[in-house]
T-cell receptor, first 113, second 114 residues
Framework: GESVGLHLPTLSVQEGDNSIINCAYS??????FIWYKQESGKGPQFIID?????DKRQGQRVTVLLNKTVKHLSLQIAATQPGDSAVYFC????????????FGTGTSLTVIP | GAGVSQSPRYKVTKRGQDVALRCDPI?????LYWYRQALGQGPEFLTY????????KSGLPNDRFSAERPEGSISTLTIQRTEQRDSAMYRC????????????FGPGTRLTVL
């Protein structure tokens, strides 16, 4: 399943399928990006990050893709599990504003067993 | 090891009262960030410190909000003369480096102003 972030804030996928969560950022000067997972009642949890000099980074079951041309970031989760159900936020660091981090609205992922 | 802790976890106060929210970062972490998070939204930057120096406070909504980190460890976010619109979840995050990379978030303080 795939979301378009701000336009489709809810994504439902079957357990075992791959998930793609998208995020559009606005500032071309942003040099560092992070994906966070936030479960209900908890604080955001770091998943994976990527610098602007990279276009892909892989972690355990997760991959982040960065397309600077269109200012787009995506998080791919392989073999989605029920424990992946959460709200996912992307955050961008804008160095021309000090080291402020700006978070997107988030996408709610629901994994259907 | 211990993560970021915040206290109190819940605070209910009357309009006009001052409140102080505490953040205890991971030991040795250089940078400390304060955010405010509305329900269903991403965290909104308020201010951040590297060691004891406040680097940027441009996200603080107005001069009723202030923050300090006098010894480069524990930080306090103070809201004076609270208003109902201040009600929110206030979150603290710390990072090992001075650039805020890989921030670890605390559980937050839920502030309710009556």
């Amino acid at each position: 399943g795939e979301s378009v972030g701000l336009h489709l804030p809810t994504l439902s996928v079957q357990e075992g399928d791959n998930s793609i969560i998208n995020c559009a950022y606005s500032n071309s000067a942003s040099d560092y990006f992070i994906w966070y997972k936030q479960e209900s009642g908890k604080g955001p949890q770091f998943i994976i990050d990527i610098r602007s000099n990279m276009d892909k980074r892989q972690g355990q079951r997760v991959t982040v893709l960065l397309n600077k041309t269109v200012k787009h970031l995506s998080l791919q989760i392989a073999a989605t599990q029920p424990g992946d159900s959460a709200v996912y936020f992307c955050a961008e660091r804008r160095p021309n504003t000090g080291n402020q981090f700006y978070f997107g609205t988030g996408t709610s992922l629901t994994v259907i067993p | 090891g211990a993560g970021v802790s915040q206290s109190p976890r819940y605070k209910v106060t009357k309009r006009g009262q001052d409140v102080a929210l505490r953040c205890d970062p991971i030991s040795g972490h250089v940078s400390l960030y304060w955010y405010r998070q509305a329900l269903g939204q991403g965290p909104e930057f308020l201010t951040y410190f590297n060691y004891e120096a406040q680097q940027d406070k441009s996200g603080l909504p107005n001069d009723r909000f202030s923050a300090e980190r006098p010894e480069g460890s524990i930080s306090t976010l103070t809201i004076q003369r609270t208003e109902q619109r201040d009600s929110a979840m206030y979150r603290c995050a710390s990072s090992l480096d001075r650039y805020g990379q890989e921030q670890f978030f605390g559980p937050g303080t839920r502030l309710t102003v009556l």
